[in-house]
């Protein structure tokens, strides 16, 4: 017992005199710096770079790929993740997990039949797992496939009951039938085993919007950016909300949030456009049109709607090449034949044809090209009778 309680105080003096060091050290400014706080994506890039380096070192295996294609994944960067999973599969074509990863990112590209000849081609190889065969019954349930999708999920459910997102998928299959409520109690499910899903975030906010219980929909899509705070799609959801709740100020600033997150999402800059339009504010609608168009220039309806803009805010020049461009892309497009020649005559002549685009609103603080005008013809005319009679003199009547 001595000598235990020897040891003891000799190691807390060793403490002691380390932290008299330290403090010395750091007067003289010789101490460490505390190590700053590195976060996920940082990691991400520190881990991508080091795979880079080995692999152009001549030293590159198809593991190494592999690891790397993973890395591109989560780093929402698909296309380069793809070619490395095909490098690693062309270097070693008998390993399942590649197959798996190739499924997963090739469902992220939107190719759900691809994905699942990649799945299927996994399961061949011996890959038994309860993320595989969820990803398999999302994928059968994604081309509508529901029975094949419920096998698999079941069998994901007998290796692993607690795997949310598998709860998830089934869900996706109910909603998708019609079977609302038993997709929201799956939904919920989902909820208790992984709360952090963000794809169960959107899709509560997607539902519940649908059914009008908007308060419920705006409380999850805030539950969702508390989990994944940087993400565009959750509050692009929660701007459908507003909107279809006639929240128009509250729907904008969501749009405008969800265009600065991730400025790719040109459903978030043309929903703002339109709300914009909608109330006749030309001006701001302009460059939310403009936006989507750099972006995304076969966004249905973008180009026409920015052409729109520039006549009404008085650039006549730019709304007649737009309209111009619109006409050769598709020459039977008559809304914008008759805008290019609106904008044509407003060119020549200064006059304002009044359109029936967007709704009434009070138009006071805009622009005389903002508000829309009818011009009336004020010159005095006397009027004429509808018909003249052909009356004859009476040559029987005397004076």
């Known amino acids: 017992m001595m000598k235990r309680l020897f040891f003891d105080f000799i190691f807390l003096l060793g403490i002691g005199l380390l932290l008299i060091s330290c403090n010395s050290e750091s007067k003289k400014g010789l101490s460490i710096p505390a190590v700053p706080e590195v976060t996920e994506k940082a990691r991400r890039a520190a881990a991508i770079e080091f795979l880079t380096d080995l692999i152009n070192s001549s030293s590159s295996s198809s593991e190494i790929y592999y690891k790397r294609a993973k890395l591109y994944l989560e780093d929402e960067r698909p296309k380069d993740a793809l070619d490395d999973i095909n490098t690693a599969i062309g270097m070693k074509a008998n390993n399942g997990h590649y197959y798996q990863t190739k499924a997963l990112i090739l469902r992220e590209l939107k190719e759900p039949q691809q994905a699942l000849e990649a799945a299927s081609k996994a399961e061949v ?5 309860p993320e595989l065969f969820t990803l398999l019954g999302d994928l059968y349930q994604q081309i509508g496939q529901f029975a094949k999708a419920k096998l698999y999920l ?17 869900g996706e299959i109910a909603a998708r039938q019609g079977d609302t409520t038993t997709a929201l109690q799956y939904f919920h499910q989902t909820l208790n085993f992984k709360p952090t899903f963000l794809p169960l975030y959107l899709k509560f906010a997607e539902v519940y919007t649908a059914l009008r219980q908007y308060d419920l929909a705006l409380f999850y899509s ?7 705070p940087k993400n565009a799609e959750l509050y692009y959801k929660k701007g459908v909300t507003y909107q279809r709740a006639y929240q128009t100020d509250s729907a904008l600033a969501s749009y405008t949030k969800a265009v600065k997150l991730d400025s790719s999402l040109t459903q ?10 909608k109330i006749k ?5 302009l460059p939310q049109f403009a936006h989507t168009v750099k972006i995304n220039p076969k966004y249905p309806d973008a180009k026409l709607y920015m052409a729109i803009c520039q006549e009404f805010t008085g650039d006549f020049t730019s709304a007649i090449l737009t309209y111009e461009q619109i006409i050769a892309e598709n020459p039977t497009d008559y809304r914008a034949s008759g805008g290019l020649y609106r904008a044509k005559r407003k060119q020549d002549y200064g ?20 508000i829309p005008r009818k011009n009336v013809d004020t010159t005095f005319r006397p009027l004429q009778p509808k018909s003249r009679l052909n009356l004859k003199p009476d040559s029987s009547r005397k004076n």
């Open 351 to 370: 006059a304002f044809i009044p359109d029936n685009y967007g709704s009434s609103t009070d138009t006071s603080s805009l622009s005389q090209y903002d």
């Open 222 to 228: 805030d539950e969702g950016i508390k989990q994944h």
């Open 154 to 170: 079941n069998k994901s459910l007998q290796i692993s009951p607690n795997h949310g997102e598998t709860y998830f998928f089934k």
């Open 281 to 285: 504010n030309y001006r701001y609608a």
């Open 125 to 129: 190889l011996n890959v038994e797992s």
């Open 268 to 277: 978030a800059s043309f929903s703002a456009g339109m709300l914009y339009f």
